[in-house]
């Protein structure tokens, strides 16, 4: 056994470098291995790999491909014999070796390679110098081993541990990972930088063996195994120099993706200290190469004998580092000379520990050691999963070959019947079994090969000149002339015209033994021809003994019969026509196509026939370019070599026809001959034959048909030649046919005349002179070889052989000359072959073809490109076909080719969508990956199922093959159609139609049921919509449309967002809960929220992402999904924003923490902008966009009341220093007006406004401060203006105008007047304050500040100081507008008022008339004198000089007294009516006291000045109803002691009646 040592280490490729993803093929034997594939045109895989192998005389095939989407390209081969590689036991540089493109087979074993490419590889291979391990170390390794094993199967609970942290399957990766818009599941995987010719996804493909998507030749237990044995064999040598990376040993140990079969190679490291390369478990090589199964443990004893074979490296290899590390094994160990391989293997398995352990100690650096950010927001449970499951970008996998739509025991009969054509279409040949027919043919095929006519003699022809008249043999014409009037061959002595030479085809030798033979006393010379003749059979005999094996083979005769049959043919050659005669039955059927010959445009023609000397005559046709004669003639004939000669005439009967009768036998015009070799006929033929020039001034069109019966003696029952000639062609071809294996062989011929090869010699000299030699045309042997190649169209090469020899035959037929006019039709029914049975042979045929490219996924496999070839050719074929039908046939309507292609092509489509249907697991098993959980499934589960999807996944993959492989094999091949047929386009839009209608009735099922997980809805809906766009959006039946398929899934994704509302409230809720416990940090240094804020909305963004990569193209269902995720959005934020309301009194006494509440409701506001942007902005859907906008209002109004909340927290301390501001403010002493013109005074005025707001500047300059830093810019504005709006009413309640609610509180000592210094002083105050709160732009804006209403409120107040009784009694009357509502509340009776107003046309006085009709239901209890009476005052400006009161009688112990009293008002003209009221009230009166108040009403004028008067009823009520401001100029009244109208109108207004009443 010899150790054979490959190191691939790089390559050097013509082309772009983004052409090539190349990986390196090692095959020895029955064992192969496969490098990893490297992009670019110089990739490196420096791997190394070793083969066991006893026969040195088998040879090393190195192959280079380049993979592709479907199947993989052979770049170049390298065939090196294994003799010629050198042993050694160190590593070379390696050598450069040339690809080249096609092998040599010799006994079906490669032997070496031909045509050069451009593209070289260096390999480094050499033998191991043969080294004998001692039984001593062997049986250690042997020990060690099952130490080994033991120890790896206690640490499988770790390793399983490590591995699942190195390698977390699909679908389980926790959420710190989730940082890729995607939302894949792939686990991150680190691979070198510096490793140019590898990229990550390479580098992802080795987890694909733990995904259940993946695939890999290489089983998920054979990889744990492999990390345990290489843990415990690690424990042994901890001392060893660490790798410059971590996965690139594991990266090249596993198949790239998509690789075809076979054992993964290991990949190699390099040491940077010793410079050497480390196999990964190489010696492990060999076992996987040579084992057909993989199993679970390494045995014993393999690796021993692995050992023995790499210990071969001497030791001086081994650097002093090594040694060292060998030497911390054991003392047994270190006393014996450890072999280089066991060090390597050992040192391999060492660093794939230390890669284990370093990605862990890096994967708690990345951590530092602390838990991920989504840990702590809620108990995961299934929530962990809801987005990480969903797969919004599914990865199809891509099979490794084409899809066989039938077992191999189908495809074994399917390959018979291919060999068999069309169905036993040699088998039902008559002439394959009709054994006398044979005989004769192959008498007749000795005959015509033992003196061929190719071989014939020519004729010696001299030139002669005639001393008697004599005519030409040939023409008959008389050979005029003074001398050398014709030509006269030597040898026969046949005599003609020059231009008649070229027609006669005798073979001067027979005739010249024939002639000789009729003549008396010329034996000498006949016995020399025939001895001249004899020889040359002789010597064709010697020369040519294959044909004549080959015939006899062909018509299986024995070798003595052979030689009888041989030695009778020679004779009858011999013998000439010496005992040949024939009798002929020649009827002249009729002619088209004649060439006008008469001035009148027809000519009036006939036919002469001439066979021998004997010739006959047909009628006259008058004046008929297609005459029919139907005439019959009988000749006899004993000549072989006569010809019979048709010629046809135009009949003239003028003189110039007569005068040249007299000169020549000639006097009629010629239209045209056909001369027929007597030595061709046989049987009876009904043939059409073109007529012929006879000189090149000869004017000739048409045809003329002849129906001939011969009868041979001897042969009176045989068939005719053409038969013979069928029987001929298909024996033989039957014969090569199964001398080949049943295939057809192609022979190699190029040319123009290449289709008129058959056979490869002798075969094709056979048929050739059999045709020569009995007349059999050309185009007959054609269609006789096509029927023939019927039976066999579906061998390789023949349908393109079948279409460029019906292309032919269409061109001998439809392509007319310009000298006949029979039609293509026409032509073709006169056809030897015959019409019906071509006919018939093309339909058979045709139907076939559909048949076959109805299958053509299992006749033309894609993964042959000489298959596909044949495709390519069979749709020529087809349309060859109707090519015939349409120029030969002529028929009117036959049925397109494209169109025909098309609809296989869809039959198929449809066959093959049913076979992956029903056959789903097991062609998925097969094509991409074996599922490990395939026993688990339950044989009725495997189809489509209501507990899970997994089938239609694997559907999904398997229709994407199919497309994929339609789309790049078979659309380049059926390119015969473009406008009518695209396979790719085809395949897509047939395979969606059926997938569509099957998926959609699923689905509604599902929509029923719903047992599966939500996830695997919408990851088989990311499926389904991936497939519609890569493949079908832009297929014609389905471009510019609305899929339906957003239809189907609209009620999933609808269930997915309605639990997307559970899961966004437990993210909610976690995320709060851990901002609780931080205390409701700020996210960040430069971010003023916490992080709730960003979970949330990362959240809301993960579960948009998805909605969003559903990419959906139905307007309506994206209506209905925005319009449900904007109700998702407000459920979320509202509840988030309800907590926040919930929980900020709490929060309120610290400021920091309450900004930072309302900072994360801003953030909600400001990111849900950005979610209504990202949703569509203001093209979004009307709904939603108004829930979205709803909530905007929600949270903007939650802002207000947080900053309302948090502002009136504030509102005590504000209160406080208001308080002292006052105080500070009554200090200042000073009456009268004062002047601000003068600069001390407003110098004065604004020192002492400082001293007065001192308390609240302190107070606001605290807490602004920390505002502006822990605030947000909109927060910060909007808290200042709920501070503004506090501290303008607190100053304005409580220094301005205190509010009073009753006349006591007027009469107080502190509700005193300002002074007209302390208002300025508050003016100037004022402004201070303004300019705060401005804060040079950072705060308020000065507008807002100026129409504040608060602040207008404010100076309002303060203006009210300086105002006048008049102006503030109008001010009264025009704002307090509900002064009744005590009545309506509670009444106490009404009173009936007529009114009239009346305004002066002169002086624009007005005129009030009361009158005071009744009062009714007074309600008033007392038991003494009871004597009520009606006051009516008039209330308004400018009345101090006129009567402002008037009052009626009093009626005793009446409660609805009568009046009918009637006062009147003057006005004046200063105001308007408007600025009036009437203040009645109802009063008992007293004597000698003060009248009770029974009730009291209001009416104001305004209220009639339209109508001019009004009579009403009015109710009565125990007081007034004033707001704020009646009270504040009430109080502000009460102060003018001195003003009359001011106490007069105090009183009245604050009056209100007794609670007790007095008897």
């Known amino acids: 056994m010899s150790l054979l040592c490959i190191c691939v280490r790089k390559a050097r490729l013509v082309g772009a470098a983004e052409k090539f993803q190349t990986y390196v093929t090692l095959k020895l034997q029955n064992a192969k291995s496969t490098t990893i594939a490297v992009k670019g045109n110089s990739p490196s895989w420096e791997q190394d790999f070793i083969f066991e192998t006893e026969r040195m005389d088998m040879c090393l095939v190195v192959e280079l491909w380049n993979k592709g989407m479907l199947w993989d390209s052979l770049l170049g081969t390298v065939v090196t014999p294994l003799q010629n590689i050198p042993q050694s036991y160190e590593e070379g540089p390696g050598g450069w070796y040339s690809l080249d493109a096609e092998v040599l087979m010799k006994n079906d074993v490669i032997s070496g390679t031909k045509s050069p490419t451009n593209h070289q590889i260096m390999l480094d291979m050499r033998f191991e110098v043969p080294y004998n391990i001692p039984d001593e170390e062997a049986f250690l390794l042997q020990q060690k081993l099952e130490a080994f094993n033991a120890l790896a199967d206690q640490e499988v609970p770790n390793v399983d541990a490590e591995l699942q942290q190195r390698v977390r399957p699909p679908g389980q990766q926790s959420m710190s990972d ?130 023995t074979a790499e210990s071969e490296q001497p030791p001086s290899t081994v650097s002093p580092r090594e040694s060292d590390k060998d030497g911390a094994l054991t003392e047994e160990e270190s006393s014996e000379s450890p072999t280089p391989a066991r060090l390597r293997w050992q040192n391999a398995i060492a660093k794939v520990r230390l890669q284990i352990r370093q990605e862990k100690e890096a994967e708690i650096e990345r951590t530092g050691g602390r838990t991920s950010h989504w840990s702590g927001l809620l108990p995961m449970g299934n929530a962990e999963h809801f987005y990480s499951n969903i797969d919004a970008m599914p990865e199809i996998m891509k099979r490794k070959k084409s899809i066989p739509l039938v077992s191999e025991l189908a495809m074994s009969l399917a390959a018979m019947k291919r060999q068999q054509g069309i169905h036993s279409a040699m088998a039902t040949r008559s002439s394959l079994n009709d054994e006398e027919l044979k005989q004769h043919v192959y008498k007749k095929t000795l005959q015509a090969l033992i003196y061929p006519i190719s071989s014939t003699t020519p004729h010696n022809f001299e030139m002669w000149t005639a001393t008697t008249p004599t005519y030409c043999y040939e023409c008959e014409g008389l050979l005029w002339g003074i001398a050398r009037q014709g030509v006269r061959c030597t040898e026969c002595g046949v005599k003609c015209h020059e231009k008649c030479k070229d027609l006669l085809n005798a073979d001067c030798l027979q005739r010249a033994a024939e002639k000789a033979s009729s003549k008396h006393g010329a034996e000498d010379k006949t016995q020399n021809i025939i001895s001249a003749m004899r020889d040359r059979m002789k010597i064709r005999e010697r020369n040519k003994p294959e044909i004549f094996e080959l015939i006899k083979e062909v018509f299986s005769v024995d070798k003595t019969s052979h030689a009888g049959h041989m030695k009778a043919v020679k004779q009858s050659v011999l013998d000439g026509t010496s005992k040949w005669s024939a009798k002929l039955a020649i009827s002249v059927v009729s002619a088209q196509g004649l060439c006008p010959k008469d001035k009148t445009g027809t000519s009036d023609p006939y036919v002469t026939v001439q066979v021998g000397r004997v010739k006959k005559r047909t009628r006259t046709v008058i004046q008929d370019l297609n005459p029919v004669w139907d005439e019959k003639f009988y000749f006899e004939c004993h000549n072989s070599s006569d010809r019979i000669k048709v010629r046809v005439w135009d009949e003239d009967d003028d003189f110039k026809s007569k005068l040249k009768q007299k000169l020549s036998r000639e006097s009629d015009d010629f239209l045209g001959q056909t001369i027929i070799e007597v030595r061709t006929l046989s049987g009876e033929m009904d043939v059409w034959y073109n007529l012929d020039k006879r000189t090149d001034r000869s004017s000739v069109s048409g045809a003329i048909r002849l129906r001939i019966s011969v009868e041979i003696k001897g042969e009176e029952k045989v068939a005719s030649y053409y038969a013979q000639y069928t029987c001929l062609h298909e024996n033989l071809f039957h014969y090569l046919c199964e001398k080949n294996g049943g295939m057809y062989k192609i022979p190699d011929a190029k040319g123009d005349d290449a289709w008129k090869i058959y056979f490869d010699e002798p075969a094709q000299e056979i048929v050739d002179e059999f045709a020569m030699r009995y007349g059999i045309e050309s185009i007959y042997q054609a269609m006789t070889h096509f029927s023939c190649l019927c039976s066999k169209y579906m061998c390789p090469g023949v349908p393109a ?196 209608q099957d998926i959609k009735f699923a689905l509604e099922e599902h929509d029923q049921h719903r047992l599966c997980p939500v996830t695997d809805y919408m990851n088989l809906h990311f499926r389904v919509k991936w497939l519609y766009n890569e493949y079908v959006a832009k297929v014609p039946p389905y471009k510019g ?206 020192q002492e406004a400082d001293v007065v707001i001192k308390p609240l500047m302190d107070l606001l300059d605290k807490n602004l401060t920390l505002f502006a830093k822990v605030c947000e810019k909109t927060v910060l504005k909007r808290i200042l203006k709920e501070l503004w709006r506090i501290v303008m009413n607190t100053m304005e309640k409580t220094v301005v105008l205190p509010p009073l609610t009753d006349i006591s509180d007027m009469n107080q000592e502190d509700a005193k007047n300002l002074s007209p210094r ?57 704002t307090q507008t509900q002064q009744d509502q005590p009545s309506v509340d509670d009444p106490q009776g009404e009173v009936s008022i007529q009114v009239d107003l009346f305004t002066h046309p002169g002086t624009g006085e007005h005129k009030v008339t009361v009158k005071v009709v009744a009062a009714n239901d007074l309600k008033w209890q007392t038991t003494g004198m009871f004597r009520p009476f009606v006051e009516v005052n008039l209330i308004g400006p400018h009345l101090s000089d006129k009567r402002r009161k008037h009052s009626t009688k009093s009626k005793s112990n009446n409660w609805s007294p009568k009046y009918n009293e009637t006062f009147h008002f003057i006005l004046g003209n200063e105001d308007e009516p408007d600025a009036f009221e009437l203040h009645i009230c109802v009063k008992d009166y007293c004597f000698a006291r003060e009248d009770r108040l029974i009730g009291v009403a209001v009416m104001q004028l305004r209220d009639i000045v339209e109508a001019g008067s009004c009579a009403c009823w009015c109710a009565l009520g125990r007081n007034v109803h004033l707001d704020e401001t009646g009270w504040t100029i009430l109080r502000i009244l009460s102060q003018r002691s001195n003003d009359e109208v001011a106490k007069e109108f105090v009183k009245l207004k604050s009056e209100t009646r007794s609670d007790m009443e007095l008897g």
């Open 178 to 307: 989730d940082v890729d818009s995607d939302y894949t599941s792939d686990g991150n995987v680190p691979y070198d930088s510096q490793q140019n010719n590898i990229s990550a996804h390479q580098c992802r493909g080795i987890y694909q063996a733990h995904s259940p998507d993946g695939f890999t030749d290489q089983s998920p237990e054979i990889f744990l195994q492999e990390e345990r044995e290489q843990n415990v064999l690690s424990l042994q040598n901890e001392d060893f120099q660490p790798m410059d990376d971590l996965y690139h040993d594991a990266c090249d140990a596993r198949l790239p993706q998509g690789q075809e079969s076979g054992h993964p190679p290991r990949a190699t490291q390099t040491n940077k200290t010793t410079g050497s390369r480390q196999s990964l478990v190489g010696s492990r090589q060999s076992l996987l190469l040579d084992s057909p199964v993989n199993g679970s443990r390494i045995s014993s004893a393999t690796v021993s004998r692995q050992s």
């Open 1041 to 1246: 449309t609305v899929p339906e398929y957003p239809r189907w899934y609209e009620p999933f994704v609808l269930l997915w967002l309605t639990e997307n509302d559970k899961v966004s409230l437990e993210y909610l809720h976690g995320a709060l809960d851990r901002d609780r416990k931080d205390g409701f940090q700020q996210s960040s240094e430069h971010a003023l929220f916490s992080c709730s804020v960003v979970d949330v909305f990362t959240q809301l963004n993960q579960s948009f992402d998805i909605v969003k990569k559903l990419e959906c193209p139905d307007p309506e269902v994206t209506k209905h999904y925005m319009k449900r995720f904007a109700a998702t959005v407000n459920t979320v934020l509202l509840e988030y924003a309800n907590i926040v309301q919930k929980e900020f009194d709490q929060y309120c006494a610290e400021e920091k923490k309450a900004c930072v509440l309302m900072n994360n409701i801003q953030q909600l506001r400001v990111q849900l902008e950005k979610v209504f942007e990202s949703m569509g902005g203001d093209k979004l859907d009307p709904e939603a966009g108004d829930i979205l906008k709803e909530l905007q209002v929600k949270l903007n109004n939650v802002l207000d009341e947080l900053s309302q909340v948090f502002a009136n927290s504030l509102e005590p301390q504000i209160k406080e220093a208001v308080v002292s501001m006052g105080n500070q403010l009554s200090k200042i002493k000073g009456a009268g007006n004062i002047s601000l013109n003068q600069p001390s005074a407003r110098n004065n005025v604004a």
């Open 801 to 996: 052989l079948m279409s460029t020899l019906l292309a032919n035959i269409n061109a001998f037929y439809a392509h007319t000359s310009a000298s006949t006019n029979v039609s293509a039709s026409d032509r073709f029914a006169a056809s030897n072959f015959g019409k019906e049975r071509f006919v018939k042979l093309l339909d058979q045929l045709h139907n076939s073809l559909r048949i076959d490219l109805s299958m053509y996924r299992n006749n033309f496999p894609a993964s042959n490109p000489e298959k596909l070839g044949d495709l390519k050719s069979t749709v020529d074929l087809l349309t060859s076909i109707t090519f015939f039908r349409m120029k030969v046939q002529e028929l009117q309507s036959p049925p397109r080719a494209g169109t025909v292609v098309k609809e296989c092509v869809k039959a198929c489509l449809k066959s093959t969508y049913q076979y992956i249907f029903d056959n789903c697991y097991e062609l998925h098993e097969r094509e991409f990956a074996p599922d490990k959980d395939k026993d688990k499934v339950p044989l009725e589960e495997r189809g489509p199922s209501l507990k899970s999807l997994d089938f239609w996944t694997k559907l999904i993959n398997l229709v994407v093959s199919v497309i994929d492989e339609d789309k790049a094999s078979y659309t380049p091949v059926l390119n015969q159609f473009p406008s009518e047929l695209n396979v790719g386009e085809l395949s897509a839009a047939t395979m969606w139609e059926l997938f569509s």
């Open 1318 to 1374: 302390q208002c300025a002083v508050l003016d100037s105050a004022l402004d201070t304050i303004k300019q705060y709160f401005h804060a040079g732009g950072n705060g308020l804006k000065k507008t807002f500040l100026e129409k504040s209403p608060d602040l207008q409120s404010l100076k309002y107040a303060l203006s009210l100081y300086t105002q006048t009784t008049d102006t503030l009694i109008k001010t009264f009357v025009q």
